[in-house]
């Protein structure tokens, strides 16, 4: 079984600051994907990862997986209150169809 | 454009009763997947399906049901429901399974009480 973890859970950060969220995983992959959830809502694809070395970078975030060091990272530059909300990484298994998620970070950006 | 519709949205039963959950896609995807998101622990697989008439056990299957007898559709059953399985349930459907640069699509949500 495949375990991720995120850190930190929860997040408080002022508008204008950049922070990093990091994602680990316990098993080799190169398959990882982020997703932001609002609260009461469904999840939303932000990013999908699918190679060592692989950046991708959509307005104020910006994701990297390392699968050497099984970890990816989300990080966001100048935060604006508009990013709050619960982000989810994913990671699947090289071989196989099932998605494993980690507990999630609820970002909480502050005025 | 609907994507992937969940029914109901809320629901409340007592202990031991039974009830479906339905999916439905109308993306044409193969692959569709029955997930439970508890606080603090993500999203766990409940169970999955790789094409029509094809099912699978996720991480958490225990007490649940699901059928696929249509490409469009997946149902997850409940057949005697206990608290333990208060949850929001989701579902999720997608092209091809891991190993694509698609991600899931998922639906809404169905949150379930069960008293």
């Known amino acids: 079984e495949l375990k991720v973890e995120q850190n930190p859970l929860f997040l408080s950060m002022q508008e204008g600051k950049n922070y990093t969220i990091y994602c680990n995983y316990s098993?080799?992959?190169?398959?990882l994907y982020w997703y932001r959830q609002d609260p009461g809502k469904s999840l939303e694809s932000l990013f999908v990862?699918?190679?060592?070395?692989a950046v991708k970078q959509e307005g104020r975030l910006m994701a990297s997986l390392d699968t050497k060091a099984r970890l990816s990272t989300l990080h966001i530059t100048a935060a604006v209150h508009d990013l709050s909300a619960t982000y989810f990484c994913?990671?699947?298994?090289?071989?196989?169809?099932?998605?494993?998620f980690g507990t999630g970070t609820s970002l909480t950006v502050i005025p | 454009n609907a994507g992937v519709t969940q029914t109901p949205k809320f629901r409340v039963l007592k202990t031991g009763q039974s009830m479906t959950l339905l999916c439905a896609q109308d993306?044409?995807?193969?692959?569709m997947y029955w997930y439970r998101q508890d606080p603090g622990m993500g999203l766990r697989l409940i169970h999955y399906s790789v094409g029509e008439g094809t099912t699978a056990k996720g991480e958490v299957p225990d007490g649940y049901n699901v059928s696929r007898l249509k490409k469009q559709n997946f149902l997850l059953g409940l057949e005697s429901a206990a608290p333990s399985q208060t949850s929001v349930y989701f579902c999720?459907?997608?092209?091809?399974?891991?190993?694509?640069?698609?991600?899931?699509?998922f639906g809404d949500g169905t949150r379930l009480s069960i008293l």
């Open positions: 993306m044409n995807h193969e692959y």
């Open positions: 098993t080799t992959s190169d398959r």
């Open positions: 999720a459907s997608g092209p091809t399974g891991s190993g694509t640069n698609q991600p899931q699509h």
């Open positions: 990862l699918l190679s060592n070395g």
């Open positions: 994913a990671v699947a298994l090289n071989t196989g169809n099932q998605f494993y």
